[in-house]
């Protein structure tokens, strides 16, 4: 079965750096999308980045271009979420999930992805 373990969350300063990574396991598909989720109190989940299987296209959120990285390890075992010059209202639960569609609506389509993982929390002080 697929699972999805995320990892690497914690408390930093504004302007730091934290590397989300996500375990993937039972999820061999070649296609398909790859995501990050967060989701803060009173606030709807929100897509923050995205990674085609098949093309390796990624796609972000405005609010987070130029900060956030998302990418794969080489055995395709691993999927990260590098960011950078973290900002006091990045803070929230950041999930990681798998789906069979990806795309710019990747990110405002939740119900797209089929497994999510348990979540890590996220935060940022000033």
């Known amino acids: 079965q697929v699972q999805l373990v995320e990892s690497g969350g914690g408390s930093v300063q504004a302007g730091g750096s934290l590397r989300l990574s996500c375990a993937v396991s039972g999820y061999t598909s070649n296609r398909g999308c790859m995501g990050w989720f967060r989701q803060a109190p009173g606030k709807e989940r929100e897509g923050v980045a995205s990674?085609?299987?098949?093309?390796?296209?990624?796609y972000y959120v405005d609010s987070v271009k130029g900060r956030f990285i998302i990418s794969q390890d080489g055995a395709k075992s691993t999927v990260y979420l590098q960011m950078n010059s973290l900002r006091p209202e990045d803070t929230a639960m950041y999930y990681c999930?798998?789906?069979?569609?990806?795309?710019?609506?990747?990110?405002?389509?939740?119900?797209?992805?089929?497994?999510w993982g348990q979540g890590t929390q996220v935060t940022v002080s000033s």
């Open positions: 999930a798998a789906g069979r569609y990806c795309g710019t609506s990747s990110l405002s389509r939740p119900e797209w992805y089929n497994h």
């Open positions: 990674l085609s299987l098949l093309t390796r296209t990624t």
